[in-house]
């Protein structure tokens, strides 16, 4: 998973949290207000009415209806405070109901008396017109044999508008919240990721041609910082072991050059003294086949040398500007004996000369090497075309044949040192499996790359990128030319 993914997936976790806490904050206010504004109205309510029922109730008996109704309008003046309040008894009858209140919201007499007079509190919510509702509270209280209630409502529109309101502003609100938050979270994780995605763009390009190369450093005196530093001890140890192990192929294969000098060069002057017929014949082959395993094994050992020089970056290489397109050409004209022999046809398509600067000896390794595999890996008869020319500010070399190509499965292991595909390995062709390790090895020297891709059995193209020239070597060489 790379920087951008995680931080694509951190926002989302993000918004899906700020969404939730934001949508849930607004549900658990409104509905605590929503609550409280309930329980308020229904305390005030019950506060009144148990004031009304210790007031006038219990002295019902001794009011006549018109001194119940003044009693009433002058502590309480229901119509002025819309409030409705009315005394009935469980025998169906009304003693007392409150008159319309100011703003005529809604009308006393038809409002239904409570069906149950036997329960202590009477608590309920009546529909009025359309949208409006009415809270009623209700004590009964048994008295001469009677059951009386005490009934006081108030109608909940001021707290329906205050709960509309909160929600619009709930609905306006919380999205700008969400918006800022989310803005403000991605903006963060963008910057707590920054280091992360230079450490990681930077390990990507750390290779075994470049590990004295190091991690940047963010002096954060963070975690990252601290992974960074880990990081870059893990990297020199790891130069240390590749620089150990790169010296001791270098100093294996040197020190393998000589006895092995020496031995072809006793074998030679045997095999040169062999023709004036001292030695029986099946000797001399003998002798021979030891003279040409002998020179194999110098192959060898002068290609590992080679690499691991390479690699440890204790080769010198040249800088001179040089056409590679003439290179390939006169390469191509030296090797195509070999190609002859196959029947094989070698094209170029160099339209102009593509400098490149580098170590000309090296390259003209790097299209040997080619031009070998594409030979010995294509059947008699085969095309092989070269292509010289410029991309994006990179000089290519390709070189493609119509051969056996290589089976998907080991294309990713033929750089490797010693690897020879399966098929080639059970075939007689010569080799030990080193060319395209030393055609990678050369290419990185000079800072370019070596690609393949192929078909098995339709053949293979090897691509490799180097760099250009740069302006003043191209117009010293054109100044020259
Ligand atoms: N043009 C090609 N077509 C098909 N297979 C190829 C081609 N080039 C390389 N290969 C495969 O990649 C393997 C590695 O190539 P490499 O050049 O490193 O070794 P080699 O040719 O076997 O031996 P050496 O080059 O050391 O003589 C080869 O053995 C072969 O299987
Ligand atoms: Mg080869």
């Given at each position: 998973m790379n920087v951008r993914s995680i931080h694509v997936r951190l926002i989302l976790w993000y918004t899906v949290l700020v969404i939730f806490t934001s949508v849930g904050f607004g549900a658990y206010t409104y509905q605590s207000l929503r609550q409280r504004l309930y329980d308020e109205m229904k305390e005030t309510l019950t506060r009144r009415v148990e004031h009304v029922r210790d007031d006038v109730l219990t002295h019902i008996t001794t009011y006549t209806p018109d001194a119940l109704k003044r009693e009433i309008q002058d502590v309480y003046s229901p119509e002025e405070n819309d409030r409705f309040i009315r005394i009935s008894n469980s025998d169906g009858s009304t003693l007392y109901v409150s008159g319309?209140?100011?703003d005529k919201n809604f009308d006393p007499s038809r409002i239904p008396?409570?069906?149950?007079?036997?329960?202590?509190?009477?608590?309920?919510?009546?529909?009025?017109?359309?949208s409006e509702k009415l809270l009623l509270v209700g004590f009964?209280?048994?008295?001469?044999?009677?059951?009386?209630?005490v009934e006081m409502g108030a109608p909940i529109d001021q707290i329906d508008s205050a709960l509309r309101k909160l929600i619009i502003t709930l609905l306006i609100g919380l999205?700008?919240?969400?918006?800022?938050?989310?803005?403000?979270?991605?903006?963060?994780?963008?910057?707590?990721?920054?280091?992360?995605?230079?450490?990681?763009?930077?390990a990507e390009q750390i290779t075994f041609s470049n590990l004295r190369q190091r991690l940047p450093v963010a002096a954060t005196g963070d975690a990252l910082e601290h992974l960074a530093k880990t990081l870059n001890q893990m990297l020199e140890r790891l130069d240390l072991a590749y620089q150990q192990a790169s010296r001791f192929s270098a100093d294996a294969s040197h020190e393998l050059r000589t006895p092995l000098t020496i031995m072809r060069s006793e074998l030679e002057s045997i095999e040169s003294t062999m023709h004036a017929g001292q030695l029986p014949l099946a000797i001399r082959e003998r002798i021979g086949s030891v003279l040409e395993e002998a020179e194999r094994l110098s192959g060898i050992v002068e290609g590992l040398f080679a690499i691991a020089r390479l690699d440890a970056g204790e080769a010198k290489i040249g800088h001179e500007a040089f056409?590679?397109?003439?290179?390939?050409?006169?390469?191509?004209?030296?090797?195509?004996?070999?190609?002859?022999?196959?029947?094989?046809?070698?094209?170029?398509?160099?339209?102009?000369?593509?400098?490149?600067?580098?170590?000309?000896?090296?390259?003209?390794?790097?299209?040997?090497?080619?031009?070998?595999?594409?030979?010995?890996?294509?059947?008699?008869?085969?095309?092989?075309?070269f292509s010289v020319f410029l991309e994006q500010a990179k000089a290519i070399l390709r070189i493609k044949d119509n051969g056996i190509g290589i089976p998907s499965e080991e294309l990713p292991h033929i750089f490797e040192r010693f690897y020879r595909a399966d098929k080639v390995r059970s075939r007689t062709t010569q080799g030990a499996g080193l060319g395209l390790s030393i055609v990678r090895a050369i290419c990185q020297a000079h800072g370019g790359t070596a690609q393949v891709q192929s078909t098995e059995g339709t053949g293979t193209i090897v691509t490799i990128e180097l760099p250009l020239a740069d302006r003043n070597l191209q117009e010293n060489f054109n100044a020259a030319a």
């Open positions: 319309s209140p100011r008396l409570p069906k149950d007079y036997t329960a202590k509190v009477s608590e309920r919510m009546e529909q009025l017109r359309s009964i209280t048994p008295l001469a044999g009677n059951n009386y209630v999205p700008v919240i969400i918006i800022i938050a989310v803005a403000g979270g991605s903006l963060l994780i963008r910057r707590a990721l920054h280091p992360v995605e230079t450490i990681r763009a930077t056409d590679l397109a003439a290179l390939v050409r006169s390469t191509v004209e030296q090797m195509q004996l070999l190609a002859e022999e196959k029947r094989i046809s070698i094209l170029i398509d160099a339209p102009g000369p593509v400098f490149v600067a580098g170590d000309a000896a090296r390259l003209k390794q790097v299209i040997v090497n080619l031009l070998d595999n594409a030979i010995k890996y294509t059947l008699a008869g085969g095309i092989i075309t």
